[in-house]
Structures are given as C-alpha cells and as structure tokens.
C-alpha cells in the first residue's frame, strides 16, 4: 500500500513555486482548522472566514515555518491569533443566563428514549455553557479535549506558560459547571412554579 508523502514534501513543493501542493495541504488540514475557529467564535459563517484568512496567512508565511514543532502546531497558532483577534474586534455580547431558551430548559428532545432525550439536553447544556465562557477559555478547551493536545502542544499554539494553561482550564470547567448549576436550578425553580399552579 502506498503512504501518502508527508506534509513537508508539500510545503517544499509550495515553496519551489508549485502553488497547487498547496491545495493538498488546505484539504488534509481544512476540518481541524475550521472546527478550532468555529469553537472560538461560535458561527459558521465566521468560522468559514477566519479558515479562508489562516490558510491565506499561512501560505504567505510559509517560508518563515522553521520546522522546529510540527507544521499543524504552526498552522494552529495561526488560527487561533486570526480567530481570537476576530472575535475581540466583533465585541460581542456574552449571553446571559435568560438567553439559555426557557423551552431548553424544560427539553425533552427528539430522542425516542428518555435516555436519548436526556442525553440531547445534556449536550445542549453543555453547548449553552461552552458559549458562555470567553474566546480564550473556549479555544483551551477546544485545544485540549477535542484535539487532545498536550499542554506543551497547547503553549506553543497559544503562547501561554504551561502551567497558566493548567490554571485556565480549571477555571474555565469551573465557569461551565456553575453556569450548568445555574441553569439547572432555574429549571427547578420553574417546574416547582409551574406545579404550585
């Protein structure tokens, strides 16, 4: 079976002036960079635009990657700074926890078990929480548990100390479960108001 030839030998053809290897290099790399930018900014259409703008920036950077970490660890730190100035130029407003849909709140989802339908709410919870904490905090949490990305790995994308990672992740969960706490008490506030009626 033929292995299919490593990264570096599409970034040697980019850099020989053949711009076509550099299609090859989007294709494998385009899921994974715009998964990352769609968890820090919450839109599609954003997230669309802020991969268009990290390949085009890395494509006229591509001569500057030094090989020292792997070229996804470069390209990720390219999306994470265009994702993150992005989002701090649009300003946009946190939701609150009013936003988090009263009919979510009382969910009982599509699922055609009751465990299917809890498990629907649970995610969509989750969702509310994840959009709730800031750009930086999600992209951590992006970086680590749905990439699965060592700390080092984590530093070198993001520039942040290691250790300042580990702190930020924990106040990050920590922020989601309190606002998963709250929104779980206002749930049973309501259906205790509902009931008493």
Not at 31 to 50: G, K, Q
Not at 120 to 146: C, G, M, P, V, W
């Amino acid at each position: 079976m033929d292995k299919k030839p490593d990264i570096l030998f599409y970034i040697d053809k980019v850099l020989e002036g053949n711009a076509n290897a550099y299609s090859v290099i989007v294709e494998r790399h385009k899921n994974r960079v715009y998964n990352l930018a769609f968890r820090i900014c919450c839109n599609h259409e954003e997230a669309e635009e802020i991969s268009q703008d990290s390949f085009l920036k890395a494509y006229r950077a591509l001569g500057s990657f030094q090989r020292k970490s792997s070229f996804s660890t470069w390209l990720y730190r390219i999306v994470y700074n265009t994702a993150i100035s992005y989002v701090r130029t649009k300003k946009r407003a946190v939701l609150s926890l009013e936003d988090f849909p009263a009919d979510a709140a009382d969910f009982t989802g599509t699922g055609t078990t009751e465990e299917e339908a809890e498990n629907e709410y649970r995610r969509s919870l989750l969702n509310f929480a994840f959009q709730k904490i800031s750009d930086e905090e999600r992209s951590l949490i992006t970086l680590h548990y749905y990439e699965e990305m060592s700390t080092e790995e984590m530093s070198d994308i993001t520039g942040i100390g290691k250790s300042n990672i580990k702190v930020k992740l924990f106040r990050a969960r920590q922020k989601m479960l309190q606002i998963i706490e709250n929104t779980e008490k206002k749930k049973t506030i309501r259906y205790e108001h509902t009931e008493g009626i």
